[in-house]
């Protein structure tokens, strides 16, 4: 059971231009939704989070919208620059079911970004 | 450096073998996960601890993998009588009650 999914396994952009990565979610009683980055032998990085209580995000270039009638959240990257070319993983919490209250994520499948310079 | 500390960074160990991976959490952070990571997948939930209480396990975690946190600092994960299925990306992050969880660089577990 997939409860978050990233439909899209991989994003080309050319540098300068913006990128969006899409997620989507299914279990309602998440709250709380963020983004990490991830390089080729490294550990996840956070990059930006959002309540469910707000829509919008914003932090320099990066910015994640939140549509939680859609279940659907995305973040935009502008400019793209080629340093962003990485793994990026949508991740949830939240909630009471299944325990889940205390912050244990529930990641995506990841999107790979290649910024072309 | 004050980051998650993940050691060993690669593990290569023969079918049947046991491992054990130590993670050394943010200091002031009094949560502790575990994930696992395979090819071309997000990481998936493994155990959390709050302190040194284990408070949920995934169902991922078969008998043959434990973990423990004996004075709610730095954690260990063994897997006895490894499998070839076992082979992944094992990933340890923290937290503080409120805040994101930080992510350490992993181990990498080869069975062979």
């Known amino acids: 059971d997939q409860q978050v999914k990233q439909n899209s396994p991989s994003l080309s952009v050319q540098e300068g231009r913006i990128s969006i990565l899409n997620c989507d979610y299914t279990?309602?009683?998440?709250?709380?939704f963020l983004w990490y980055k991830k390089y080729p032998a490294e550990g996840p990085t956070f990059l930006i989070s959002i309540s469910s209580i707000k829509d919008k995000n914003e932090d320099g270039r990066f910015t994640v919208f939140l549509n939680k009638s859609a279940k659907h959240l995305s973040l935009h990257i502008v400019p793209s620059q080629p340093g962003d070319s990485a793994v990026y993983f949508c991740a949830a919490k939240g909630g009471n079911a299944g325990g889940t209250s205390y912050g244990k994520l529930t990641f995506g499948q990841g999107t790979i970004l290649t910024v072309h310079p | 450096d004050t980051g998650v500390s993940q050691n060993p960074r690669h593990k290569i160990t023969k079918r049947g073998q046991n491992v054990t991976f130590r993670c050394d959490p943010i200091?002031?952070?009094?949560?502790l996960y575990w994930y696992r990571q395979t090819l071309g997948q997000g990481p998936e939930f493994l155990t959390y601890?709050?302190?040194?209480?284990?408070?949920?396990k995934s169902r991922l975690l078969s008998d043959r993998f434990s973990a423990e946190r004996p004075k709610g600092s730095f954690s260990t994960l063994e897997i006895q009588r490894t499998e070839q299925g076992d082979s992944a990306m094992y990933l340890c992050a923290s937290s503080s009650m409120q805040g994101e969880a930080f992510f350490g660089q992993g181990t990498r577990l080869t069975v062979v």
């Open positions: 279990n309602s009683m998440f709250d709380y």
């Open positions: 601890f709050q302190n040194e209480a284990q408070l949920e």
């Open positions: 200091s002031e952070h009094n949560r």
